[in-house]
């Protein structure tokens, strides 16, 4: 499966008084998280039936449950670390093509950075970011299979174009695969390499499977 970032960079500010007793207010952010049947900057289609069923999951398990969270950043991998949070999505509501989603600003340390950010007038944008497979439709454009995961509808970013997004565009190039219930990249492309080294090589097919596998377990420890 591939790492698949998407960024939408039109997001407002709203500050909501959640505690009228002590008027306290919280920071939110809004807008469009991500949009189904239509070719993105990257090149890929979202399904209506994919983003349907992935966000469905997502907003049943996370979102409801108030563990919805999202980074500040590009982060390299599918996994949240809870250290980087920012944020917490509250909210994720389909509208036509598009998913309009919600999330809170929360006292952490990358939410506070957030906070920072807005002060001063800076322009963010969020990225959604989930993994799966690709196959290419009538039109020849990559289109997003039914084995989407969405790990989260939105991380906070700044200009897409920045040195951050040359990391994310090289972990998008990496292999991921459960292991355990975590996931793991795996350096597929090395193994690859071998496996057409040694049949170069002659190399009896039982060995050079043998030889593939223990490489396979070698990346993902």
């Given at each position: 499966?591939?790492?698949?970032?998407?960024?939408?960079?039109?997001?407002?500010?709203?500050?909501?008084?959640?505690?009228?007793?002590t008027?306290?207010?919280?920071?939110?952010?809004?807008?469009?998280?991500?949009?189904?049947?239509?070719?993105?900057r990257?090149?890929?289609?979202y399904p209506?039936?994919?983003?349907?069923?992935?966000?469905?999951?997502?907003?049943?398990t996370?979102v409801?449950?108030?563990?919805?969270?999202?980074?500040?950043?590009?982060?390299?991998?599918p996994?949240?670390?809870?250290?980087?949070?920012?944020?917490?999505?509250?909210?994720?509501?389909?509208?036509?093509?598009?998913?309009i989603?919600?999330?809170?600003?929360?006292?952490?340390?990358?939410?506070?950075?957030?906070?920072?950010?807005?002060?001063?007038?800076?322009?963010?944008?969020?990225?959604?970011?989930?993994?799966?497979?690709?196959?290419?439709?009538?039109d020849?454009?990559?289109?997003?299979?039914?084995?989407?995961?969405?790990?989260?509808?939105?991380?906070?970013?700044?200009?897409?174009?920045?040195?951050?997004?040359?990391?994310?565009?090289?972990?998008?190039?990496?292999?991921?695969?459960?292991?355990?219930?975590?996931l793991?990249a795996?350096?597929?492309?090395?193994?690859?390499?071998?496996?057409?080294?040694?049949?170069?090589?002659?190399?009896?097919?039982?060995?050079?499977?043998?030889?593939?596998?223990?490489?396979?377990?070698?990346?993902?420890?």
């Amino acid at each position: 499966m591939k790492l698949f970032t998407e960024v939408n960079e039109s997001i407002n500010v709203v500050e909501e008084i959640l505690d009228e007793a002590t008027g306290k207010k919280s920071l939110f952010i809004e807008g469009i998280f991500m949009q189904a049947n239509q070719k993105n900057r990257n090149g890929r289609v979202y399904p209506t039936e994919v983003l349907d069923k992935e966000v469905e999951r997502y907003t049943k398990t996370y979102v409801n449950e108030r563990r919805a969270f999202g980074e500040l950043g590009h982060p390299q991998g599918p996994t949240i670390n809870l250290e980087r949070v920012s944020h917490m999505i509250t909210d994720l509501k389909k509208d036509g093509d598009n998913y309009i989603g919600k999330a809170k600003i929360m006292d952490s340390p990358y939410g506070n950075i957030v906070k920072g950010l807005i002060g001063e007038g800076a322009k963010l944008g969020v990225s959604s970011r989930g993994m799966g497979t690709l196959k290419p439709n009538k039109d020849g454009v990559n289109e997003v299979q039914k084995d989407f995961y969405l790990a989260t509808a939105a991380d906070i970013v700044a200009d897409p174009s920045a040195p951050d997004a040359f990391v994310n565009g090289i972990m998008e190039s990496v292999e991921w695969v459960w292991d355990n219930g975590v996931l793991k990249a795996v350096e597929l492309e090395k193994i690859k390499a071998q496996i057409e080294e040694d049949t170069k090589n002659k190399i009896d097919r039982e060995e050079r499977n043998l030889k593939a596998f223990s490489s396979l377990l070698k990346s993902i420890n």
